[in-house]
């Protein structure tokens, strides 16, 4: 699986759009991007994921360059709730269920108030 | 629905001990498996199983035994625990499709003295 790089800490204002970026340049055509987030000591959850479109859902957009070298996880409207570490994976599909997810050192996003 | 239950949350060992931590998931996922989490550090795959009677080894697997009897439950088994087995686990599964999200369990922070 392509390696994924992702800064160490960001800080948002609270109501303001998080933009956390991910560098994937490495990554192949069958390869999606998924993103999950840890709350405090938390088990991870699922964000949202992507293989070529942008993809929104109810909790954040994904929105992946065209060249798929990048991609930017977008939560609209942070709230202090959304104080977590965001992990970008990347993975390649092979076969359904034959696939396991590996786990970075991720983003520490601190929303402040 | 319970989702992935872990058991117990929190544990002192000795070392040379050995105990079992429990994982037990009631929304009939195939896959489950086994992550250790570090101090500051991403989370790292110890065993993962894809159906009941099988099971594989992840990235860490030196120092644990896993077996699968049935498809809820995933025990994790420490034989004769040591102080660099000191780190938070968590149990994860999904379903058996092509981008399943993986649901964790709450974790269970273990102390090996």
């Known amino acids: 699986d392509a390696k994924t790089t992702q800064p160490t800490s960001m800080d948002c204002a609270e109501g303001r759009a998080a933009n956390l970026p991910c560098n994937h340049s490495t990554i192949s055509g069958n390869e999606y991007v998924y993103w999950y987030r840890q709350i405090h000591s938390q088990g991870p959850q699922y964000i949202i994921h992507?293989?070529?479109n942008n993809e929104t859902n109810e909790m954040a957009s994904l929105i992946i360059t065209e060249d798929r070298k990048s991609s930017t996880l977008i939560l609209p409207h942070a709230t202090l709730r959304d104080t977590a570490v965001y992990y970008c994976i990347v993975r390649a599909y092979s076969g359904a269920g034959s696939y396991q997810l590996t786990f970075g050192k991720g983003t520490k996003l601190s929303v402040i108030p | 629905n319970a989702g992935v239950t872990q058991t117990p949350k929190f544990q002192v060992l000795k070392t040379g001990q050995s105990m079992t931590l429990q994982c037990a998931q009631d929304m009939n996922h195939e896959y489950m498996s086994w992550y250790r989490q570090d101090p500051g550090m991403g989370l790292r795959l110890i065993h993962y199983?894809?159906?009941?009677?099988?099971?594989d080894q992840g990235e860490v697997p030196n120092g644990y035994n896993v077996s699968r009897s049935t498809t809820e439950d995933f025990p994790l088994r420490l034989l004769s625990a040591a102080p660099s087995q000191t780190s938070v686990y968590f149990c994860a599964s999904r379903g058996q499709g092509a981008n399943e999200k993986l649901f964790f369990g709450s974790g269970t922070q273990l102390s090996v003295l």
């Open positions: 992507g293989l070529k």
């Open positions: 199983s894809v159906g009941a009677g099988i099971t």
